[in-house]
């Protein structure tokens, strides 16, 4: 069975009801294992990887990043479908406010960012990490529901547990970014690594550190997408229902006009210069 289309769900979207016949699977990589459920949707089947595990067990930086994209990639995924709970650096995007980031800022520091190791050296180009064909279909199907959602925005992504000081929160405000949460970065990478199709709609949960007058607490985070997790979910399965299995973006071909150097061919052309 060829599962073309995902669901990456995160924080306070664990569970997908709106899948017929669903059965939840563990699938072994080289990265290690990875659990998605797979079901149908009008026709489609889809692929619904809740990434921080069911019941949220895994906290952002314990997600095996590698695991779960390369689990998609060889259930045959082309396009994948990602929500993301942010918390929000301006304050005229408020809790519950939904947002399609088109860029982000890396802050992380103890990540693995790529497949390509051991001898194959690829740099994949990040002009849009976002698929900017997803990201228009989806703002299509946002603006057909009547659904609010902010257009652009780049998100800062951190390693986390721990939520934001209020300085790193000005840099980042002094930045230009929008939202900053915890799991983009490689998630966005690895997936044009492997030449799907990737597009991430944010829910911001609250203001960042700072900005709101009292401290930070996951409870609000929660709550927050709890409240609101029913949009999310009527955008994404609204935009299966009319998305176009072909792909006409470059995302198909992100890696493949790179030539990977093994290290024997690496070293002969260095042995060239
Ligand atoms: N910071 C980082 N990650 C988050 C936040 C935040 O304020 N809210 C939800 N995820």
């Not at 998605?36 to 990887?49: D, E, H, K, Q, S």
């Not at 900017?132 to 780049?154: F, K, Q, V, Y």
């Not at 997936?191 to 609000?220: F, H, P, W």
Request: with cysteine; proline share 3%; hydrophobic share 40%.
């Amino acid at each position: 069975m060829s599962v073309k289309f995902a669901i990456i769900g995160g924080t306070g979207v664990y569970r997908q009801d709106m899948l017929e016949n669903a059965e939840t699977t563990v699938l072994d990589t080289p990265y290690g294992q990875a659990q998605a459920t797979l079901g149908t949707y009008r026709g489609n089947t889809v692929a619904f990887m809740p990434r921080h595990g069911t019941g949220h067990s895994i906290p952002p930086h314990r997600i095996n990043y590698r695991a779960n994209l390369w689990a998609l990639k060889s259930l045959g995924v082309e396009q994948i479908f990602a929500t993301a709970a942010v918390g929000s650096l301006q304050l005229d995007v408020a809790p519950g406010s939904l947002v399609l980031v088109d860029d982000f800022l890396d802050w992380t520091k103890q990540r693995t960012q790529t497949f390509f190791e051991d001898g194959q050296v690829v740099h994949v180009d990040m002009t849009d990490p976002y698929c900017n064909r997803l990201r228009s279909h989806l703002r299509n199907t946002a603006h057909e529901l009547g659904l609010s959602l902010h257009d652009g925005g780049t998100y800062v992504c951190t390693d986390g547990p721990r939520f934001e000081t209020r300085a790193e929160i000005r840099m980042y405000q002094s930045l230009g970014a929008a939202v900053v949460g915890m799991t983009t970065a490689p998630e966005v990478v690895l997936a044009k690594e492997l030449e799907m199709c990737y597009a991430t709609v944010a829910m911001v949960t609250n203001y960042c550190t700072g900005i709101s007058r009292q401290a930070l607490t996951v409870d609000e985070v929660v709550q927050t997408m709890n409240e609101n997790a029913h949009q999310l979910q009527r955008l994404f399965f609204t935009a299966l229902e009319t998305i176009d299995a072909k792909r006409d973006c470059s995302c198909g071909h992100a890696v493949a006009g790179q030539m990977p150097l093994t290290g024997a061919n690496a070293s002969e052309q260095e042995g060239r210069h």
